[in-house]
């Protein structure tokens, strides 16, 4: 059983900068993605920034060249610097893994943490 600890999150003005990191057991030797996706209320559950095992990292293109996603394999950790954060950024943010264990694959979920940023 995965299990993943968020933090970081908060209320920041327009503009401003946030660091969320996620801590996951994971088993020992094992395949896994690490994400992050972002949900408002209504909306479906979005991907922001993914970190795979093969190092091909992708992001949504509404975070582009703002936000960047790092993964400390030794600590089965994943960061994500939020800069220039907007309004429209603001969501509850869901650190993700993605077990490659055998087909097919499992996803583990963070409990949520809450980015505002005013308008």
């Known amino acids: 059983q995965v299990q993943l600890v968020e933090s970081g999150g908060g209320k920041v003005q327009p503009g401003g900068s946030l660091k969320l990191s996620c801590a996951a057991s994971?088993?020992?030797?094992?395949?896994?993605?690490m994400a992050w996706y972002r949900q408002v209320p209504g909306k479906e559950r979005d991907l922001v920034a993914v970190?795979?095992?093969?190092?091909?990292?992708n992001y949504a293109d509404s975070v582009k060249g703002r936000f960047t996603i790092s993964r400390d394999n030794p600590n089965h950790t994943v960061n994500l610097q939020m800069n220039s954060l907007q309004p429209e950024d603001t969501a509850v943010y869901y650190c993700?893994?993605?077990?490659?264990?055998?087909?097919?694959?499992?996803?583990?979920w963070g409990q949520g943490t809450q980015v505002t940023v005013p308008s």
């Open positions: 994971v088993p020992p030797f094992s395949l896994y993605d």
């Open positions: 993700n893994v993605k077990l490659h264990t055998g087909p097919p694959p499992r996803d583990y």
């Open positions: 970190f795979p095992w093969d190092g091909k990292i």
